[in-house]
């Protein structure tokens, strides 16, 4: 659906409106707090999409009689726009590249030099404890190779140019 952002209104195929009709706040089970604006179409009758439009086959009310209800957290959107532009940045196109490399040798480091084949504990805690140790002491060999080859306070690898 298109979004008019001056009158705050979203048009369907059908060139219908969706007006807001109210506010709606939420709490997550981790105890986010989130404000949705509710969003509702006035008349959806003889519209010829309807049925891919209005989605819930178990509702008690006529496909014929339902018209379209839209709930958006407006802060989502926001931020998922200005993620969006960040990543697709020439900055975050080149550390996304870097970090793709850079876990990859993560991996191999800790499977062949390491020689980590299986953990040695069952358990998730123990698992995750295990994990952690082997994560350190990698970041300790990291570091020491660094002294050694005096290349501190740089990256591991030169942020590369994009194709």
């Given at each position: 659906m298109d979004y008019d952002e001056e009158r705050d209104v979203y048009i369907c195929k059908n060139q219908k409106e969706l007006r807001v009709t109210g506010t709606k706040f939420e709490k997550t089970k981790t105890g986010y707090k989130r404000e949705k604006t509710l969003y509702s179409c006035e008349d959806c009758k003889g519209?010829?999409?309807?049925?891919?439009?209005?989605?819930?086959?178990?509702?008690?009310?006529?496909?014929?009689?339902?018209?379209?209800?839209l709930e958006v957290s407006k802060l989502f959107q926001k931020k998922r726009t200005e993620d969006l532009t960040r990543i697709l940045s020439e900055e975050g196109c080149q550390l996304r590249m870097?970090?793709?490399?850079?876990?990859?040798?993560?991996?191999?480091?800790?499977?062949?030099?390491?020689?980590?084949?299986?953990?040695?504990?069952?358990?998730?805690?123990?698992?995750?404890?295990?994990?952690?140790?082997?994560?350190?002491?990698?970041?300790?060999?990291?570091?020491?190779?660094?002294?050694?080859?005096?290349?501190?306070?740089?990256?591991?690898?030169e942020l590369k140019k994009i194709a």
């Open positions: 519209c010829p999409y309807k049925t891919s439009c209005i989605k819930g086959n178990n509702s008690k009310i006529p496909m014929e009689e339902r018209t379209k209800h870097n970090r793709s490399i850079q876990a990859e040798g993560s991996f191999a480091d800790t499977k062949e030099d390491m020689s980590f084949r299986r953990y040695l504990c069952r358990g998730g805690q123990n698992v995750l404890a295990e994990s952690t140790l082997l994560a350190i002491a990698h970041n300790i060999n990291k570091l020491h190779h660094k002294i050694q080859s005096e290349k501190t306070g740089q990256h591991l690898f």
